[in-house]
């Protein structure tokens, strides 16, 4: 890669130019927050925020305004990153229609009977990327279109033994007889296959990547004094490292850098999957990160019915902004040390989503040490136990 890009990049001897953001005309919907919170209060983010004018306000639903199954939800806006926020939500109940063509010549759907539809819940989070217009643009719609796919397979998803073994496994996210005539597995969507294949596309089309990052994969960064030294490295078609000499060709910013969260694609993405961005480009460069991301997305599949809920049994759903500086561990320490004190609380979820967003607020995370979130931060808590008793065919 050039030197000029990485010092633009990541130098801050050279100021970056300022953040474009888009207003609300720019986007090819208008931005809005979530219908639910239409009424909403806010609360400040700490404790001692009336002497703190730049505390920035947590957003839930109205005291009476409920969600599906009761579910709580809060949100937080950026620290001034951009505008708007770039998290979009949405729930609310599907009910799945049991069709088949009309006798008639223009052959309408017939609803069968009100005792034959399917409900089930819908919960979603979109994070946008550079602008919050793909997100909403997926809030407004996707579950309509989940609907119609579910409607297309209603008799496979209320027979009594369904084309798919419902175990828990985490599948690819296609229809049942695809998966299962292509012999898909679950370790096929590990974080290594998916680097593979981000590095064969980039060998298949070499140009995606303008001369400004590499394919190889190195155990560490190259740097100049590396020229001419025998380093490990990686291709698209290894299973395993060899050796090669450094050139200078190495010495560009690579595909895929870092590890785990810190890990990025093409120095900008840590995501390998995302809907739109069609038009999302390395900064300062024409190199589109659309070839590189999947539309494809990772689906695990849960029979609450089987599983032996007890009463403070929720799924806490969030975008990256809490999940960069709170753990799996932690976020379930929280709400095993919050609901049981609170079981009266008729809000008690949207008042455990706003602890959770509080404490990406503090340095003094829940373990006594942590980071502030500086992000746009959403979550849903939805709670399973009475829900999920006696709830067979929903």
């Known amino acids: 890669m050039s030197a ?20 609300p005309r720019a986007s090819p919907v208008p ?34 305004r409920s969600l599906p199954w009761n579910a709580g939800y809060a949100e937080i806006i950026n620290a001034e990153k951009s505008e708007f926020n770039e998290d979009q939500a949405a ?23 009100p005792e034959e539809f399917l409900t089930g819940h819908y919960w979603a989070l979109f994070d946008g990327h550079g602008g919050p217009a793909a997100a909403i643009l997926a809030a407004n719609t996707l579950h309509s279109c989940l609907r119609r796919q579910l409607e297309a397979v209603v008799e496979g998803l209320v027979a009594t033994q369904p084309p798919m073994h419902l175990s828990g496994r985490c599948i690819c996210p296609s229809d049942p007889q695809f998966v299962e005539e292509k012999g898909i597995r679950a370790e096929d969507l590990v974080i290594g296959a998916l680097e593979s294949a981000f590095q064969e596309c980039a060998f298949v089309y070499p140009e995606l990547l303008a001369g400004e990052f590499t394919r190889l994969e190195f155990p560490r960064r190259l740097k100049g004094d590396d020229l001419g030294q025998k380093v490990l490295f ?22 895929i850098h870092g590890q785990g969260r810190q890990a990025r694609l093409l120095g900008t993405l840590a995501v ?17 990160l659309k070839p590189f991301l999947l539309s494809i997305p990772q689906v695990t599949v849960l029979d609450v019915d089987q599983l032996e809920l007890q009463e403070e049994d929720v799924i806490v759903m969030a975008t990256d902004g809490l999940w960069d500086v709170l753990s799996n561990e932690q976020v379930a ?30 340095k003094d995370g829940p373990t006594g ?22 709830s067979s065919g929903h």
Not at 92 to 100: D, F, P, S, V
Request: proline share 8%; glycine share 10%.
């Open 4 to 23: 000029g890009w990485f010092r633009r990049r990541f130098l801050p001897g050279d100021p970056l130019p300022a953040p474009r953001t888009p207003g």
């Open 31 to 64: 931005y809005r927050r979530p219908r639910f919170l239409r009424g909403s209060g806010s609360s400040p983010g700490a404790a001692d925020a009336s002497r703190r004018p730049d505390a920035r306000p947590v957003r839930s639903p109205a005291r009476g």
């Open 91 to 113: 729930c609310g109940k599907l009910c799945i229609r049991r069709c088949e063509f009309g006798a008639e010549d223009d052959q309408e759907w017939l609803t069968l009977c």
């Open 234 to 255: 990686r291709d698209h078609h290894m299973s395993g490292w060899s050796y090669k000499r450094v050139e200078k060709a190495d010495l560009k910013y690579p595909l």
């Open 272 to 288: 390998s999957r995302g809907l739109g961005d069609h038009q999302l480009r390395v900064l300062d460069t024409n190199i589109q």
């Open 333 to 362: 320490w929280l709400v095993r040390s919050f609901l049981p004190g609170n079981r009266e609380d008729p809000h008690r979820f949207s008042e455990l989503a706003k602890m959770l967003i509080h404490s990406t607020q503090r």
């Open 369 to 390: 040490e942590g980071q502030v979130s500086y992000d746009d931060v959403s979550v849903f808590v939805i709670p399973l136990h009475s829900q999920g008793q006696g």
